[in-house]
């Protein structure tokens, strides 16, 4: 696409490309910030070969898969709504790991015990 082109041609094309996602139900990103439809390439200063990321608006009762690994090289997926206490995730790991003992689980945001 041209830099001067509405940015609403691509989302026009990605909603035809892809009937199954509803108009309207997702975002469009370029360097974390949400896309405008009315702005153009040249607003958001994209060059040849940028990207522009779609993600799902996902409902808070939507199922999501959770993988934990361990320094050990244990590893477990679980199924669970994204409601769901993080609880429950350390809890299954320790009916998986029994002598696991006192762990911290870390993400890249925080630490719960």
Same mark, same amino acid.
């Given at each position: 696409?041209?830099? #001067?082109?509405?940015?609403? &041609? $691509? ?5 035809? *490309? ?6 309207? +139900? ?5 360097? @974390?910030?949400?896309?405008? #439809? @009315? !702005?153009?390439?040249? &607003?958001? +200063?994209?060059?040849? @070969?940028?990207?522009? =990321?779609?993600? $799902? ?10 993988? $934990? !690994? &361990? $320094?050990?090289? =244990?590893?477990?997926?679980?199924? *669970? ?6 609880? &429950?995730? *350390?809890?299954?790991?320790? %009916? *998986?790991?029994?002598? %696991?003992? +006192? #762990? =911290?689980?870390?993400? #890249? ?5």
């Amino acid at each position: 696409m041209r830099r #001067s082109d509405r940015l609403k &041609d $691509l989302t026009d094309f990605y909603y035809a *490309m892809v009937p199954t996602v509803p108009r309207g +139900e997702g975002a469009f990103l370029f360097r @974390g910030k949400r896309v405008e #439809s @009315g !702005q153009t390439p040249a &607003d958001y +200063e994209m060059e040849d @070969g940028d990207r522009v =990321h779609f993600f $799902l608006a996902m409902k808070p009762s939507a199922f999501i898969a959770v993988t $934990l !690994q &361990d $320094l050990k090289g =244990h590893r477990f997926t679980r199924t *669970m709504r994204r409601t769901d206490a993080v609880r &429950d995730v *350390m809890d299954f790991y320790y %009916a *998986m790991v029994p002598a %696991a003992g +006192e #762990s =911290h689980f870390v993400d #890249s945001y925080r630490e719960a015990c």
